[in-house]
């Protein structure tokens, strides 16, 4: 029987909610949930690699998270430079291309450039591209992406803005999941996700393990992906479905 839906999604992009909630269940400071976080991504990521998925985004810090108090933002901040010198080099052994996505120029000279250097030194890996969604938002990118075509006098159609996206460089995500028992996007891949298929877990994302992302694949390959077609156009053998604009 012809089917739409692939043994593992191609791209996964992952709303990483909850850590705040895990630290303070156990009287912790919310900044322990976020290193603990860092940990679940870790584990995720190495997942991803073991299942072939070939391209994970996450959401790590969103525009509207500079509105935190301003110890846990800056904490965030001493936390990225300090996961990257960590964890770049055993994740480029791993053959995984680092990409940062979002608007860097609120961040500091140092931030900017371990970003630079991270993507630098993963730039040749093949396996598994992971895209950290960091002072991101969907409508930022739409914006940006609409200026960039005003700019260089390019007409706005749905391939152009595509393009000019901050993820034009991967497909759009086949599977999304999101942690922490909240039902939002959260101004995550507004543009990106018109035909990805949700998944929403209560668990909170320092609790997110191998089996919580096996649960979501088999979920995920339960569902029909029709693109606006119908169930036997799905099914029949002329089909060609495509996630992205034509
Ligand atoms: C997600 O966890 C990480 C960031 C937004 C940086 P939260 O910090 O939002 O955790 P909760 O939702 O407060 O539990
Ligand atoms: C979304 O989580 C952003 C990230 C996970 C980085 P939030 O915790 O910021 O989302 P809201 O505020 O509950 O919608
Ligand atoms: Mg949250």
Redesign the pocket.
Known sequence: MATTTPIVPKHVAI??????????KRYLP?IA??KQ?VDALNRCVRACLERGIAVLTV????SE?WN?PSD?VSG?MDLLLLSLSREVSSLSGNGVRLHFVGDRLRFSEKVQRGLMQAERSTAANQRLVLNICFNYGGRWDIAQAAQKLASQGEAITELSLDRAMALAHVPDPDLLIRT?G?LRISNFLLWQLAYSELYFSDK??PEFDDSELDAAIAVFRTRERRFGQTSAQVAGPDNNPNSKVA
């Not at 709303?15 to 303070?24: E, F, I, K, L, S």
């Not at 959401?59 to 969103?62: D, K, P, R």
């Open positions: 709303v990483m909610d909850g850590n705040g909630r895990w630290a303070t919310r949930g976020h976080g959401f790590a810090f969103s998270n935190r846990e965030l922490g909240e909170l994302w």
